[in-house]
């Protein structure tokens, strides 16, 4: 893998990708039982997140990767309150446990896992890999690849309309968090927002969105909406900030 990626990043990151999404739905379609999903998900999820951690640090790509303190300060990205307002919204519209207890519990620690490594892997080295030849690029890339990516889940029991609202709503969130990293040159924030926000959907149940909108498919459409215009805002303030320049750490 080292040699992968020394030759050839935007490689290493779509065999990284391609491990990630066929390994996930082999675990998702290996039993109806949802804790048992959870359970192998969250396993696999850990061992993957352990491994690519284990290369990262052996071949000192912690800051490359932006495992490291941002360059930007906290006050001056509004200490990221829209991304907690994002992540934390559908709560608001009501709270409860589609799965046991227990099932929620290794559903919420896959999801932490979820965070890091498609952070690094779309965030980190696929965009760093496509920055070599052109930013602007990279940037629609690897933020369209993050969403249309969720289009896997069609064949993971979601329905049409939900996963067109998904990715949707990934293309919008990918967009946001690599400009995120180019700007701040960490990845730190872009994986607090991504877990808080995949963990928050295991506890959100948006009953009373769906009383008021009168239907669950509205009621979504109405939360990804209200999520895409806090993104929105955020995303023109992050990009009126200072440019970095880009170089391999």
């Known amino acids: 893998m080292k040699k992968l990626f020394e030759k050839n990043e935007v490689m290493f990151a779509v065999v990284l990708i391609i491990i990630y999404v066929v390994g996930s739905s082999v675990i998702l379609n290996i039993s109806d039982d949802a804790l048992v999903q959870n359970i192998g998900g969250a396993a696999f999820n850990a061992v993957m997140t352990v491994l690519l951690f284990i290369f990262i640090r052996k071949n000192d790509l912690m800051k490359h990767v932006g495992l490291c303190r941002s360059e930007v300060s906290a006050a001056k990205m509004w200490f990221y309150i829209p991304l907690v307002l994002c992540a934390t919204l559908t709560l608001f519209f009501g709270i409860g446990l589609e799965l046991s207890p227990l099932a929620t519990v290794f559903r919420t620690i896959k999801m932490l ?8 892997i779309f965030r980190a080295f696929l965009f760093k890999g496509i920055c070599k030849s052109n930013v602007t690029r990279a940037i629609i890339i690897s933020s369209v690849t993050f969403g249309i ?11 049409i309309f939900g996963n067109i609202t998904q990715i949707v709503f990934a293309v919008a969130v990918g967009f946001m968090l690599v400009f995120i990293f180019h700007r701040t040159g960490s990845l730190i924030a ?22 008021v909108l009168g239907s ?10 209200a999520k895409i215009v806090i993104i929105a805002i955020y995303l023109i303030y992050v990009i009126k900030l200072p440019k970095r320049q880009l170089t391999r750490s």
């Open 149 to 159: 990516g969720h289009i896997v889940n069609l064949f993971n029991g979601y329905d």
């Open 113 to 120: 896992f979820v965070g890091f490594l498609e952070e690094v």
């Open 190 to 211: 872009c994986i607090g927002f991504h877990s808080l926000n995949n963990c928050v959907t295991g506890f959100a149940s948006g009953e009373y969105l769906i009383n």
């Open 216 to 225: 669950e498919q509205t009621a979504g459409l109405a939360a990804a909406g």
